[in-house]
């Protein structure tokens, strides 16, 4: 029965892993897209970017780089970073669930090995819990990573959104994609 709860302990480890890296990539999702409304605004107002203080913020060195290519060295090094959390933070849950999933197996053989060994039969309880903690954690985790994806897609389209408004003040210099 320990077998049994340990899967159990495991796959809810491994959906909460998934669950906290999928926040995480809403929540990069959701500045990106606030930022991209705020700079628009800005743009059909007339408004400098240099005065919206979050901008400055988050893209100070691509709003003071001297020149076009400054512009977008600096831009894509922002991305950079971006592109690596939104690559590691969409992986993690298809890895969980993988994790979970090979958990079950590998603890629902365990159990099932001891319980053959007992004289008294086959108790197929503990074998089953830890068989449906796996699937059940790839289960949650595949639907994650799949929503996961999808929110660091969303990051990425306003990240290349914001290049061409603020590399040079959206004069069409090309930056690399996020991802």
């Known amino acids: 029965m320990w077998v049994a709860l340990t899967a159990w302990v495991v796959a809810a480890v491994c959906v909460g892993a998934g669950v906290r890296q999928l926040r995480k ?12 409304a705020e700079c628009r605004r800005a743009r059909r107002s007339g408004q400098p970017l240099t005065e919206l203080p979050r901008v400055v913020t988050e893209l100070g060195d691509v ?46 053989v365990i159990e099932l090995t001891r319980a053959l060994a007992t004289p008294d039969g086959v108790p197929l309880g503990g074998v089953l819990a830890a068989f449906l903690a796996g699937i059940a954690a790839a289960g949650v985790g ?8 999808r929110e660091a897609g969303r990051g990425r389209e306003a990240w290349n959104s914001l290049g061409s408004l603020v590399v040079r003040g959206g004069s069409g210099t090309a930056a690399k994609s996020p991802g």
Not at 25 to 36: D, K, T
Not at 85 to 103: E, N, Q, Y
């Open 25 to 36: 990539l809403s929540a990069l999702a959701h500045g990106a897209e606030s930022l991209l």
């Open 142 to 149: 595949y639907d994650l990573d799949r929503r996961s994806r």
């Open 63 to 108: 709003l003071d780089a001297p020149s076009a290519e400054a512009s977008v060295a600096a831009f894509n090094e922002r991305l950079s970073d971006v592109a690596r959390d939104l690559a590691v933070g969409a992986d993690v849950p298809r890895a969980a669930a993988r994790i979970g999933l090979f958990s079950g197996a590998v603890l629902g």
